[in-house]
Every structure is written in C-alpha cells, then in structure tokens.
C-alpha cells in the first residue's frame, strides 16, 4: 500500500461565500449557461426561504438556469449563499445556492455518468478558525452513485478536472485537484482520486515541502505518459538539500531523485516488487545566496 502524509490546515478567514452569475431573460438560448444540480433530492420552493412551499423534488444534477438571486445570503454548515429563482425545463422556483455544483465534468469512460464539485461544510475551532471540506459526487441517470468528502489540505483545492485513465487498468477516470497556497495562488501539489466500478478512492495528496534548506516534490507519472511501464504507476521525488555556508562563499546544493513503482488492482496502490525503488544523483549546482 502506498501511504502519504495528509496534512490540514485551518484558515483564520471567513466563512466560504458561493456566487453565480445570472441570466437575465432577453439572453438568447444560445448564450444561456447552465448550473447543475450538487445535492440529491433538492427542494424547488416557491420563495427564497426553507418556510418557501415546495414545488417539487429535483435530483443530482439536474440542469437550471440562473435568472434571479435574493438579496440576502443563508448560511448553512458554515457555507453561505443567495437562493436563486432557477428554470427547470418549465418550472421555476428558489434554490440556495449551495446546493448548486461549483463544477460539473463528465467521466470518460462512461458519458452518462456525471461529476459534480463543491463545499461540503466548514468545521470550527476553539480558536475560531475553519477547516473547509469539500465533496465530489458521482450520478448517472438522476442516481446518486458515490461522494466522497475531501477535506482542505496544507494548500486549497483550486483547479478540479478528469484527466482519463492514463493507461491504466481496472480505473476508468483519475481525477486531480490543484492545491493552490491560499495567499500567493502558487500551485504546491495535487491530490489524485481514482473512479472505478461506481466508487470513489482519494489515492494520494502528493503536496510540495520548502524551506530554507530542503525541499520535496512529487508527482506521478502513468503509463501513457512513458514507455515500457505498462500498468504502472512511479512517484518521482525530488529532494533538494542547500547547504548554507560563511557570508560570500557558495551555498553546495545536492539533489536526489528517486523512483518508486506501484500498481493499482482496482482498490488501493500497492508497490511493484518487480521494480526496486531507485534512487540517483540529479543535476548539482552551486548557488550564491
């Protein structure tokens, strides 16, 4: 089994706000853009408000368009939103927009299953702090199939998108998450989860480290990007160690890149005991700080 550290991280910001654009009436339908539906078996209410009646039952991601907000937000599980007046084919009415997927992909393997992204909730601590979590759902047909609940990691989720199964066996989508430092938007790492057989697996969060001296980086290389390696999986990490020295000598900075081999039976990582982990010197150079 392939085992990597996760860290959290709480935020000492305010709660998440989720915001859409709406479309006004007069835009012609082929510039209308469509929102999807997050949760499952959603209220449709006829005003901006839980006490609203309700006027029907939607399912995971139904497709509405967006004509109207409410002036005020609601706040639910530390996420706040707008309710918005949606159209659903000829129905209308109000749902809180946290409900409402912040993205929607499809799978490649299957095109009638669907994803869908967003906040799940923010978690409070004794010093006022939050720990925000997100979750990605999977649906086909109106049915929800699987979630899974990602929780914030040393950097934020930013960029979510299905890159296929890059020559795998027994995994039909892999999806990654960019994590972005919060404060520079730099991206520091992906976290990877694999779809296969109606279910999810958060396989890996592979995040960056630096400091002054040392650094790591990891990323994964799949089948189809290289040759020869059929049905496998190799975590490259480059680790960089700087040696400070006295004021106006040069800093020595070694690197060392290894290799390690796994294979993935559907379920979990396991390491490829064909393949021994390998470790070798990278490009060395000195540097004057």
């Known amino acids: 089994m392939l085992f990597l550290v996760v860290f959290t991280k709480t935020f000492a910001q305010n709660v998440p706000v989720v915001q859409f654009d709406v479309m006004a009436k007069e835009t012609p339908v082929e510039d209308l853009s469509y929102q999807y539906l997050l949760a499952h078996k959603v209220f449709l209410r006829e005003k901006p ?5 309700r006027l029907a039952v939607l399912d995971i991601g139904t497709k509405m368009v967006l004509r109207e907000k409410s002036l005020y937000t609601h706040e639910v599980k530390g996420i706040k939103s707008h309710w918005y007046k949606v159209a659903v ?15 929607s992909f499809g799978s490649e393997a299957d095109y ?7 906040y799940e909730g923010v978690v409070r601590n004794a010093a006022g702090n939050t720990q925000i979590t997100y979750q990605l759902r999977a649906f086909k047909d109106g049915v929800q199939l699987d979630k899974i609940v990602l929780d914030s990691l040393v950097y934020v989720p930013s960029e979510i998108k299905n890159i296929g199964n890059k020559g795998l066996f027994n995994v039909e989508d892999i999806i990654t ?4 430092d919060s404060v520079s938007g730099k991206e520091m790492g992906k976290s990877y989860v694999f ?10 969060n592979l995040v960056d480290y630096v400091d002054a ?11 189809s990007d290289m040759e020869g390696l059929r049905s496998t999986i190799k975590l490259k990490t480059l680790i960089t160690n700087n040696k400070r020295m ?8 070694a690197k060392k890149m290894t290799y390690r081999f796994y294979t993935w039976n559907g379920y979990a990582l396991s ?4 393949l021994k982990t390998a470790t070798t010197d990278a490009v060395a150079s000195n540097t004057k700080f």
Request: proline letters at 3%; charged letters at 25%.
């Open 213 to 223: 001296t040392y650094s790591k980086t990891e990323s994964f290389v799949f089948p």
């Open 271 to 274: 390491e490829k005991e064909t």
């Open 49 to 53: 408000s839980i006490k609203g009646k």
């Open 195 to 204: 779809w296969n057989n109606g279910r999810f697996t958060n396989v890996a």
């Open 89 to 103: 084919g000829e129905k209308t009415g109000w749902v809180w927009g946290g409900m409402i997927a912040q993205k």
């Open 246 to 253: 006295p004021e106006n000598e040069m800093a020595q900075t």
């Open 177 to 180: 998450l960019a994590l972005e």
């Open 112 to 118: 009638k299953v669907k994803f869908v992204y967003g």
